[in-house]
């Protein structure tokens, strides 16, 4: 591909597409964002989503290794081919060299995405919390220092906090279609308190223990949830589209908390409307 603004352009829509199309939440939550900003933001959601979904892509962990080690060689100059000709990898490296963005994020965030690629069990809560962290908490770190033109933004820790909420309570929407594939995102220890194994799920039997198990979790998001709404004041405003998907977090929990929720077979989800008005409304609350 070229590197004149036709295939920036290209590039750009490309990953505006995939987020719009695989991620709503962020999608919406963008659109709140400047005009001049969403671009950028749509490059972080798309390389996220691209990363997310290698173990769909491929058949056994090993091709999916050597996709994420593309990833790396990719954001580390190494790549093979021409890694523009990659439309996300291209939006990707246009936004971090406008905004002087740090790379070893973007690295940790892949490596932390190597889990996904086998079926074990999370082995601890603070693992589990790791892996949020790597994963949602730095994109919304990345996100703001976007929204804030590379300079530094502050609120690291709001999106520690906030990060750990968002994919903590993705992971329970996502439990079924983990279940069906054999992935146990939820941690070792906080399943063998409640008597549960990784067969319980994968086996779809689930249980009273399972869903103590989730009610567990559900209480950890929202600790976490808690403890950035105290440092949400101190956010600079430009940066606060990126903390915006947090703002559904207690609509998809309380979701969870209604008598007929089955944690192996309830898809959590929430309409269209919905969604932009409660993003809409955290944006005017900001």
Do not use: N
């Not at 520690?160 to 220890?189: C, E, F, I, N, S």
């Amino acid at each position: 591909m070229s590197e004149g603004p036709e295939s920036r352009d290209w590039a750009y829509a490309h990953a505006e597409t995939l987020v719009r199309e695989g991620d709503p939440d962020r999608y919406v939550a963008t659109l709140f964002a400047p005009a001049a900003k969403r671009p950028h933001l749509f490059a972080l959601y798309a390389f996220s989503l691209e990363v997310a979904r290698v173990r769909d892509a491929v058949s056994s962990p090993m091709p999916g290794e050597i996709r994420l080690q593309w990833w790396r060689d990719a954001l580390q100059g190494e790549a093979r081919g021409d890694v523009r000709a990659h439309p996300v990898a291209a939006a990707l490296d246009d936004t971090i060299v406008r905004h002087r963005l740090p790379r070893q994020p973007f690295v940790d965030l892949i490596d932390a995405r190597i889990f996904d690629l086998y079926d074990d069990p999370m082995p601890a809560t603070g693992d589990f919390e790791g892996y949020c962290g790597e994963t949602a908490s730095s994109l919304i770190r990345l996100a703001s220092l976007v929204l804030a033109d590379g300079a530094e933004p502050g609120g690291a820790e709001a999106a520690g906090h906030a990060g750990v909420a968002y994919a903590t309570t993705g992971l329970l929407r996502a439990l079924p279609l983990h279940a069906r594939r054999g992935q146990v995102y939820l941690p070792a220890d906080v399943l063998a308190a409640h008597g549960v194994t990784r067969e319980d799920i994968v086996s779809g039997r689930g249980g009273p223990g399972l869903k103590g198990a989730c009610a567990d979790l559900r209480a950890l998001a929202r600790r976490h949830l808690a403890a950035y709404a105290q440092a949400r004041p101190a956010l600079a405003p430009a940066v606060r589209p990126a903390f915006l998907p947090a703002a559904l977090v207690e609509a998809y929990l309380r979701a969870m908390e209604r008598p007929d929720y089955d944690p192996l077979q309830s898809l959590v989800e929430m309409p269209r409307w919905r969604r932009v008005w409660r993003l809409w409304r955290a944006a005017r609350r900001f």
